[in-house]
Structure formats: C-alpha cells, structure tokens
C-alpha cells in the first residue's frame, strides 16, 4: 500500500475532523496530491489539491473556506482539516496522487488510497 487514508469517523453537524494521509516515500516526492470523495451511490469529486513545490492549494466550491488542505514533507503526510462540517459531506474520503491533466478528474490520478469514512450527523 502507497498511500494510508486515516482520521475519519461520526461527527455531528457543526464539528470538526482532520484527515491524514501517509505516503510511501517516491509516491509522495514531488507529487502534486489531492482528496476526494464519494458518498453511495455518487462519482468520486474532487475536494481539495495541494502543489508539492509551493503548497499552492485549490478548493472544489462546496469545501472552500471551510476544509484546508495542507501537507508535510518531511513526513510524507497530507492533511484535510475539515471545519464546519455539514450532513452533505458524508463520504469515503480518498487521497490520490500524481495527477496527469487535470486535477479535479479522479481518472487522472495515477495513485490512491483506500479511504476513509466520514460520517456527519443531523
């Protein structure tokens, strides 16, 4: 396994969670990487995508100002912290990495992980 998804879990409405994602060492290196999503019986959307260079972040429009993507490179880890958390965002959360073209398209990522569940209570 390249990439380890982890931090989800139930949280009501309102709350907080901040996701991580762990990966192996020439996964991450210089890999641009981004989270998506996908609730039952939706496409995996795009969430959030961070530059490896620069740190440049980019936000789908129904997360902006209220999740932040970040990442660690020396730890070869990638965050979502997720604020405000809304009903709507129940999903498995996937990290992916390495995009080629654009990068709010899911089949262009050459890496993903095996997800994690976010669940947000009424």
């Known amino acids: 396994v390249q990439l380890q998804a982890s931090g989800g879990g139930l949280v009501q409405a309102g709350g907080s969670l901040r996701l991580s994602c762990a990966a192996a060492?020439?996964?991450?290196?210089?890999?641009?990487m981004a989270w998506f999503r996908q609730a039952p019986g939706k496409e995996r959307e795009f969430v959030a995508h961070?530059?490896?260079?620069?740190?440049?972040?980019y936000y789908a429009d129904s997360v902006k100002d209220r999740f932040t993507i970040s990442r660690d490179n020396a730890k070869n880890t990638m965050y979502l912290q997720m604020n405000s958390l809304k009903p709507e965002d129940t999903a498995i959360y996937y990290c992916?990495?390495?995009?080629?073209?654009?990068?709010?398209?899911?089949?262009?990522?050459?890496?993903w992980g095996q997800g994690t569940q976010v669940t947000v209570s009424s």
């Open positions: 961070v530059t490896w260079r620069s740190g440049t972040t």
């Open positions: 060492g020439r996964t991450f290196d210089r890999a641009n």
């Open positions: 992916g990495a390495r995009p080629r073209g654009e990068v709010t398209v899911a089949a262009n990522y050459a890496y």
